[in-house]
């Protein structure tokens, strides 16, 4: 049976570093992340940082997909007051 403990926490981690990029990087200059930039900040498999960001889409962070519906046409257009209240 697969754990369901560390994709949990790993969409923890993913949260945080994407709402303390973007307390970094104000929102309103249009700055996207992309899911190898968060795969980088986080440390972890960009496959994993993806399905992450599937499971807090839509209600923590809003998602640009391409066509491929893959980690390398994924990018983070901003993360939601809701994240940013998860986090604290």
């Not at 049976?1 to 929102?27: K, N, W």
């Not at 249009?30 to 399905?51: I, K, N, S």
């Amino acid at each position: 049976m697969e754990s369901t403990v560390e994709p949990r926490d790993l969409s923890v981690v993913v949260l945080e570093a994407v709402v303390r990029y973007y307390t970094e990087h104000p929102q309103g200059q249009g700055v996207m992340l992309t899911c190898q930039q968060v795969a980088d900040l986080t440390g972890r498999d960009p496959t994993g940082v993806y399905r992450a960001l599937k499971r807090l889409e839509p209600t923590y962070v809003r998602l640009v997909e391409g066509l491929s519906r893959d980690p390398a046409g994924c990018s983070v257009a901003g993360v939601t007051e809701a994240g940013r209240r998860a986090v604290g």
